[in-house]
């Protein structure tokens, strides 16, 4: 079964470096997503992402962070001046779109521990 | 928007003891759901989900939840539990008509006693 790849699976970064984390999704999904979730407490939606651009986001998705699918298989997650705060799991997903009849569920990564020192 | 309550922070049950872990939600609409498991440093799994139709899914690992539209409600189901199901538990709500920004909850976790 086809699978979201995310790498790298722990990444560790000294406060106010720039950061990448790297997303493999199925390859003939459509919709992108990142989502974070700090330790012990719930997911949050951050960003999604359809036909190159973003189409939704949560008031977490400041500007310090961009997402981008630079050559058509990675989807990545630029978090420009990290902060303590940033520790966290982040997980990317993807959608394959609106199918008639439904929807499908979200394909999630296994994830990236991102710890800031 | 949608959103999910879980309300439950933390349930401990026997091994071999039916389960019921509680969800409710707010939207809108008839929502999509699902019921996501994570075990400790793990991604999620998908256990089950409703788009429409008939109102009790079964998902995997023995697992079922039902979808009562009158309670707002979408609770996870398992007539024995086994030891191998201690984990955190997420509900998750899906805006209908388009496949965008899924809220969870903010999990349930689950400890099996021997």
């Known amino acids: 079964e086809p699978e979201v790849t995310q790498t790298p699976s722990h990444q560790v970064t000294q406060m106010g470096q720039e950061v990448i984390l790297r997303c493999v999704p199925i390859s003939n999904h459509l919709y992108f997503y990142w989502y974070r979730q700090i330790l012990g407490q719930k997911v949050e939606f951050l960003v999604s992402f359809y036909n190159n651009e973003i189409s939704e986001k949560s008031e977490i998705f400041d500007d310090q962070f961009s997402v981008e699918r630079p050559d058509g298989s990675n989807f990545t997650l630029k978090i420009r001046s990290t902060k303590l705060e940033d520790s966290a799991m982040y997980f990317c997903a993807s959608g394959p779109g609106v199918i008639s009849p439904g929807n499908q569920p979200q394909h999630f990564g296994d994830g990236t521990r991102l710890s800031i020192l | 928007a949608q959103s999910v309550t879980q309300p439950d922070i933390h349930i401990t049950v026997s091994e071999g003891a039916s389960l019921e872990l509680r969800c409710n939600y707010s939207y809108g609409a008839t929502p999509y759901l699902f019921w996501y498991v994570q075990s400790p440093g793990q991604g999620l799994q998908l256990l089950l989900k409703y788009f429409s139709g008939d109102t009790l899914v079964q998902g995997i690992k023995g697992f079922e939840a039902e979808f009562k539209r009158s309670q707002s409600s979408f609770n996870l189901r398992k007539p024995s539990v086994h030891w191998s199901d201690a984990a955190e538990y997420f509900c998750?709500?899906?805006?209908?008509?388009?496949?965008?920004?899924?809220?969870f909850g903010a999990g349930t976790r689950l400890t099996v006693k021997p």
């Open positions: 998750a709500v899906g805006a209908r008509g388009r496949n965008n920004d899924m809220r």
